[in-house]
């Protein structure tokens, strides 16, 4: 049976999706942009700050979950211009500093709301 996860420390979803599914133990959370909860705006300062925002969102739907970012086994990483890339990586890896997820990254052509970056993420119960 499915379990709808959802916070008000994560940005509400902006379509019909749920912001995290957990299912047997895993934890699926939607790809999520750089949306302030607060404000429910992109938060300016280009990508760094940017990367900052959407882990930190990933880390307010991990926590309403009971899990933390040691849990994350799989990440998905959209840009809308991989020369971001390198910029993206300092960010990300603060948030991991052990043990880092399998990952991918890819360049697409847009992303909602003029976002530079979206991230999806799933995590597991040990």
């Given at each position: 049976?499915?379990?709808?996860?959802?916070?008000?420390?994560?940005?509400?979803?902006i379509?019909?999706?749920?912001?995290?599914?957990?299912?047997a133990?895993?934890?699926?959370?939607?790809?999520?942009?750089?949306?302030?909860?607060e404000?429910?705006?992109?938060?300016?300062?280009g990508?760094?700050?940017?990367?900052?925002?959407v882990?930190?969102?990933?880390g307010?739907?991990?926590?309403?979950?009971?899990?933390?970012f040691?849990?994350?086994?799989?990440s998905?990483?959209?840009?809308?211009?991989?020369?971001?890339?390198?910029?993206?990586?300092?960010?990300?890896?603060s948030?991991?500093?052990?043990?880092?997820?399998?990952?991918?990254?890819?360049?697409?052509?847009?992303?909602p709301?003029?976002?530079m970056?979206?991230?999806?993420?799933?995590?597991?119960?040990?």
């Open positions: 049976m499915k379990k709808v996860i959802q916070t008000d420390n994560a940005p509400a979803a379509g019909p999706y749920s912001q995290a599914i957990e299912v133990g895993t934890l699926y959370i939607s790809g999520q942009v750089p949306v302030d909860p404000t429910g705006k992109i938060v300016e300062g990508i760094e700050a940017q990367t900052e925002r882990l930190k969102n990933i307010a739907i991990l926590e309403a979950a009971g899990l933390e040691e849990h994350v086994v799989k998905t990483v959209l840009l809308d211009d991989i020369g971001n890339f390198s910029q993206m990586n300092e960010v990300y890896k948030f991991y500093k052990e043990n880092s997820p399998a990952r991918a990254a890819f360049q697409v052509a847009a992303l709301l003029g976002a970056i979206e991230i999806e993420t799933i995590a597991v119960r040990n």
